[in-house]
């Protein structure tokens, strides 16, 4: 009898650690727009107190494939957040400038854009609610700005 008491008390505790609700979960990014399969996906992820483009609070690069990339973000917290995916042609983990403006092709959470009206990017203007029920996100890579080479 004794025995059959404590394998219930572990089954019971078993199923009570398991049952319990998370606070973190896989954040996904997917797009499928990229020019070509040259370079790597990079992203940058941002929480309010960070300070966008330069000091994201993780950034996480992925290769290009058939002109698509997906990344995945195990054990996130759940809560808002905001994103810069940049189409890293040559691979140095960077946005790089050229005159001011980025001149390597960049997407942003929310589909935001950046334009001569918009400004600069902003957590409120990129901000995205990370929960249980919105885990996979997609964002568009923008090829509207012509490449400057240095």
């Not at 990014?29 to 000091?55: C, E, H, M």
């Not at 691979?91 to 001011?100: K, P």
Request: charged share 20%; aromatic share 14%; proline share 4%.
């Amino acid at each position: 009898m004794k025995k059959y008491l404590i394998v219930a008390i572990i089954c019971l505790f078993s199923y009570g650690v398991k049952g319990q609700r998370s606070d973190t979960g896989t954040l996904r990014f997917a797009t499928s727009n990229f020019s070509n399969d040259q370079g790597k996906a990079v992203l940058f992820l941002f929480r309010k107190s960070d300070k966008i483009p330069d000091k994201p609070f993780m950034t996480v690069s992925c290769n290009i494939e058939r002109k698509m990339a997906s990344i995945l973000l195990p054990g996130i917290a759940f809560g808002n957040y905001a994103a810069i995916l940049l189409h890293d042609e040559n691979s140095n983990g960077r946005i790089d400038h050229s005159f001011g403006l980025p001149f390597e092709q960049l997407g942003y959470s929310n589909n935001w854009k950046l334009g001569f009206f918009t400004g600069m990017p902003t957590f409120s203007k990129l901000e995205f609610q990370f929960s249980p029920a919105s885990q996979n996100k997609q964002i568009k890579i923008s090829y509207k700005t012509k490449k400057i080479k240095q």
